[in-house]
């Protein structure tokens, strides 16, 4: 295993010089502590911080945010920005699961309230939910529709019944990213799309029915609507084999792409095109059409849980004050503009497995949101916690405005998969903490342990302490549906 | 299990320890052999092979008229099986490679995969792949055992 050099620049904030022997470009910035660094430099994960910070006209830094792991290509909490002239654009900077990411509801609810009814409720938003494979979509898409997906996002969903007007002033982008481009979409990744506008996915998706636990920032969360006691539900999902399929089909072009244009890869995984390049260009747009989709899915999901919640207590989701909070992405690429030494410019940011993090005043965030910064959703472990944050003005200049996504995996699959047994796991969970876990299969339980991944408490913590976001509420699950 | 030329006895395929994701070592003692394995050893992922009863048979063909590296063959090759098992639902215990061809003008895979419909009160998923990756992704071929190898990481 090859020895890094690392710089200690503060306590959570760490250097990896600029190199030229490993070619880099610019140095990598890794926002961590001293332990969970350690860890991450075990896993190799810092040769990919590097091998990102090789790409062609990347701006500043190769950075990792501190839930940093070892994934394919970029990192799992790397973010990379580059320069309009001569950057590249990355489908792997993406990922597959396009504009994967969580959206949270609120309500009047409180806990006693639902007491009683967990198990129904657990039970009938399981059912009532597809997740994927062998499950039947609840809608099935027309390829007019999927078109309009595609160019509306959650908007089309509110237009058609599955969501609610207010949702999109909460949603990035308003509901819908501008740039779309159907004819870029392949046939396959539309049919894959066909039955999958509502559905849940597998792997570390979910629906977890919350409680607000501990607030940290009275007045922002007084403008989210949230305080203690009160009932959150939060959902993770992202594009589906949509988005699977155009992440697939452009790395595959994206492949022959770095080859015409010289572009020298230290990972297959990272093939990419000059920003302007018919290639980029073209991938951009069926990018947006993935991001749309992904926007519009959630919007769906969430429309059937506030269903189960309106038969459950017979009041509409209105009156039960299940309003959106937010819905933001965390496998994205987008243009912004940024201060570079003291100069805006317009730039393309990746961010695979980090989430925005806007502070105060940018242009993006929701008018209602506006003072207090971009809110971010970093979904934990299943036994654990979640939190709300709050995005940073020192985020923008620290990290072009980007924080954690999530805990972070401490065992792989299989490790966890050795380690706990599902059914027992979740018998465990329900009786030392009443957490109802439903799930198809046991092994996904077993995968998703809370063992399986870090504190998210420790994650968030030092992003507050690097300055890249402050916490706001911290949420504990009551019951999870596995997808 | 697979026997070396010498003497060595290898597994089909490895479901290896990847932190985030998962990576399944292939092995063959031919192309066909190795991409047919690779294949079984994705399924394995999604699904326990022996609840698969063979109860049809599906014809695949990959046709291209260029010459494409044999990793990049072996990626389509996985992506068109995972197409069928997520649109159609099918799920697959056995993958003949009849026939492949790579050289300087076309690349062809034609298969025969035998398999079934999943139905979930039968058959339990336990996770739905994303897609396979390019990372690290390189065929080696060990030649004094004449055994050919791959890891590929599949995204989850």
């Not at chain 2, 395929?13 to 063959?28: C, F, K, N, T």
């Not at chain 2, 052999?33 to 063909?61: T, V």
């Amino acid at each position: 295993m090859k020895e890094y050099e690392i710089k200690k620049i503060s306590d959570y904030k760490w250097e990896l010089p600029l190199n030229k022997d490993f070619k880099m470009r610019v140095p990598g910035i890794i926002f961590s502590d001293k332990e969970l660094l350690e860890h991450a430099s075990q896993e190799e994960t810092l040769a990919q911080v590097i091998n990102v910070a090789t790409m062609p006209g990347i701006v500043n830094a190769s950075y990792a945010m501190p839930d940093i792991h070892y994934g394919y290509g970029f990192p799992i909490g790397g973010v990379a920005a580059f320069d309009m002239d001569d950057g590249v654009i990355s489908p792997g900077g993406v990922g597959f699961d396009i504009a994967c990411g969580v959206r949270l509801l609120r309500s009047d609810l409180e806990y006693k309230d639902i007491e009683k009814k967990m198990e129904n409720l657990m039970g009938n938003i399981f059912t009532s939910v597809p997740k994927g494979i062998g499950t039947k979509g609840r809608i099935k898409l027309t390829e007019r529709e999927i078109n309009l997906i595609f160019k509306n996002g959650a908007v089309w969903a509110i237009n058609n019944g599955y969501g609610d007007e207010e949702d999109k002033y909460h949603i990035e982008e308003n509901g819908c990213m501008a740039g779309a481009e159907p004819l870029n979409v392949s046939r396959e990744a539309i049919v894959r799309g066909f039955e999958q506008v509502g559905s849940l996915g597998s792997g570390n998706h979910f629906i977890e029915v919350q409680k607000v636990d501990e607030i940290y920032n009275k007045a922002a969360a007084k403008r989210m609507g949230l305080s203690v006691g009160q009932i959150t539900v939060m959902i993770h999902s992202g594009s589906r084999g949509l988005g699977h399929q155009i992440c697939s089909d452009y790395l595959k072009v994206m492949q022959s792409a770095s080859k015409k244009y010289n572009i020298i890869l230290s990972d297959r995984q990272l093939a990419c095109a000059p920003i302007n390049s018919p290639e980029s260009i073209k991938y951009y747009s069926a990018m947006v059409c993935a991001v749309n989709f992904a926007l519009a899915n959630r919007e769906c999901l969430a429309h059937w849980v506030r269903l189960v919640f309106e038969k459950m207590f017979n009041k509409s989701y209105k009156k039960l004050g299940m309003d959106l909070v937010y819905d933001v992405s965390h496998n994205v690429a987008k243009f912004e503009t940024h201060d570079v030494n003291g100069k805006e410019k317009k730039l393309c940011v990746h961010r695979k497995g980090a989430t925005r993090s806007f502070g105060p005043g940018c242009h993006g965030i929701p008018d209602d949101y506006k003072d207090l910064g971009q809110p971010v959703i970093i979904p934990g472990d299943m036994g654990r916690y979640s939190y709300v944050l709050l995005g940073t003005k020192k985020a923008m200049h620290e990290s072009f405005g980007s924080t954690c996504h999530g805990a972070g995996r401490l065992l792989s699959r299989t490790s966890a998969r050795k380690k706990v047994n599902g059914k027992e796991l979740q018998r465990e969970l329900f009786d030392s903490k009443g957490i109802i876990v439903l799930a198809d299969s046991m092994s996904s339980i077993a995968e998703e342990a809370p063992i399986a991944y870090k504190d998210v408490k420790n994650i968030v913590d030092i992003a507050e302490k690097a300055g890249l976001s402050e916490k706001v509420a911290k949420l504990v699950p009551l019951g999870v549906i596995k997808g | 299990m697979l026997k070396s030329n010498d003497g060595q006895d290898f597994k089909r395929y490895v479901v290896m320890d990847y932190l985030s994701d998962v990576l399944i070592r292939a092995y063959g003692k031919s192309i066909k052999e190795l991409f047919e394995n690779a294949a079984e050893g994705m399924f394995s992922l999604i699904i326990d092979i022996e609840s698969i009863e063979k109860k049809f048979e599906k014809k695949m063909k990959i046709n291209l008229r260029e010459k494409i590296g044999l990793e990049d063959l072996l990626i389509i090759w996985l992506e068109k099986i995972l197409y069928l098992n997520e649109v159609n639902d099918l799920i697959f215990s056995e993958f003949k490679i009849i026939d492949l061809i790579n050289n300087e003008s076309e690349s062809r895979i034609s298969a025969l995969l035998k398999g079934e419909k999943i139905n979930l009160k039968k058959h339990e998923i336990f996770l739905q792949i994303k897609a396979p990756t390019y990372h690290n992704l390189f065929i080696k071929q060990d030649n004094e055992a004449g055994i050919f190898t791959v890891d590929i990481v599949f995204d989850v």
